[in-house]
């Protein structure tokens, strides 16, 4: 029997100061990303407020979210890094590059196909009684529609750069994904104020498309500082991708139940709480998703890739220490902001958005 070996204090200490930085650098970037989300959040309060249009864009959002979330998001992240990582550490870069090709085309795919479904069939998801708005009036179901048509082409956008973004954390790189975020909110923020005047709400879904694009713009650099190489080949056959595909699958089914609960079902039953009821549900989950995205998210993100890697090594004793030590401080550091959060909440909402649409009344439903 060999004897497992387990890492040397100067070994430990070298590990923990990497997630660190890497932390640090993605906590930066996200503490961007959401000053430049506040930014954005600002500007859609003051132009559409809680109204019923927004409550629209709202409802029409979540079936894009819930098709990039399933095929494009955190279930891809999941399984697409660990064996993507363990190429990398034990085949060779033409394997890794084979992987990244495999997955970006068959979820590209997969995308499309399906984001064309939900476009042909976008009255039906918006209007039957199971549906995102049923109890809209005419007018906004028919809005409604035609603002998932739009986002839907966001979402095929997103699952790409999602795929880079992953493969660029393999790399331990993690400054261009956490700018990424800045530039989907900088996007919007452009609907919002050069389309919105002449296109309304349909000019902010716009705005969505142009920041997916951002999104993946500035990640492109990466390719070619890690000579990650792309080519159309689908390779169905390939084990690598069949482990891809076998990893994410329980993970796409816990999200789906996880997503559709949030957003489906608070849709279908919003639709009838009337107007801006579910704008203002929009708002509160932003703000309360705001320390677990600049906290959670960045430890989360920063320690994930070398948990793969020492995965790949078999190295059990790492991993358990450099996970002990970011779920301590994720609760270090989560736990005060949620409670400043919770105390804080009303005048913090009337500071930030009320301001033109966003008045008095849309704090309080806040």
Do not use: C
């Amino acid at each position: 029997m060999q004897n497992q070996v387990h890492p040397g204090p100067s070994q430990a200490d070298e590990l923990s100061t990497r997630v660190a930085s890497s932390a640090l650098v993605v906590m930066l970037g996200l503490a961007g990303s959401i000053l430049f989300g506040l930014i954005r959040q600002r500007v859609i309060a003051i132009r559409f407020g809680t109204s019923g249009v927004l409550d629209a864009y709202t409802a029409a959002n979540g079936i894009p979210e819930l098709l990039f979330t399933m095929l494009a998001g955190g279930a891809l992240a999941f399984a697409f890094i660990p064996i993507y990582t363990q190429l990398l550490k034990t085949a060779s870069p033409d394997s890794a590059n084979r992987l990244f090709s495999q997955v970006v085309n068959t979820i590209f795919l997969l995308v499309l196909a399906s984001g064309t479904l939900l476009a042909i069939f976008a009255p039906l998801l918006v209007t039957a009684p199971w549906g995102i708005g049923p109890n809209f009036s005419v007018d906004l179901q028919q809005l409604t529609a035609e603002i998932m048509r739009i986002l839907l082409i966001s979402t095929a956008i997103f699952a790409i750069s999602s795929i880079l973004t992953g493969a660029l954390h393999a790399h331990q790189h993690f400054l261009l994904p956490a700018l990424a975020p800045s530039m989907y909110s900088l996007g919007i923020i452009l609907g919002a104020v050069l389309l919105s005047p002449r296109l309304g709400i349909i000019g902010l879904a716009w705005g969505a498309v142009l920041g997916a694009g951002l999104h993946l713009a500035i990640q492109l650099p990466g390719l070619w500082r890690f000579k990650i190489h792309w080519n159309p080949g689908l390779g169905w056959t390939d084990p690598a991708l069949r482990r891809v595909a076998v990893l994410m699958a329980p993970r796409v089914v816990d999200l789906l139940m996880a997503r559709a609960s949030i957003d489906w079902i608070n849709a279908n039953l919003g639709s009838g709480l009337g107007e801006g009821r579910l704008a203002a549900l929009r708002y509160a989950f932003q703000l309360m998703n705001t320390p677990w995205t600049l906290i959670g998210t960045a430890i989360g993100i920063a320690v994930f890739p070398t948990m793969a890697a020492l995965a790949a090594d078999r190295d059990i004793s790492a991993q358990r220490g450099a996970l002990s030590g970011s779920l301590r401080a994720i609760l270090a550091l989560a736990l005060p902001a949620g409670v400043l959060l919770l105390v804080l909440g009303k005048p913090l909402i009337a500071m930030l958005f009320q301001e033109g649409a966003f008045t008095a009344r849309s704090t309080d439903l806040v």
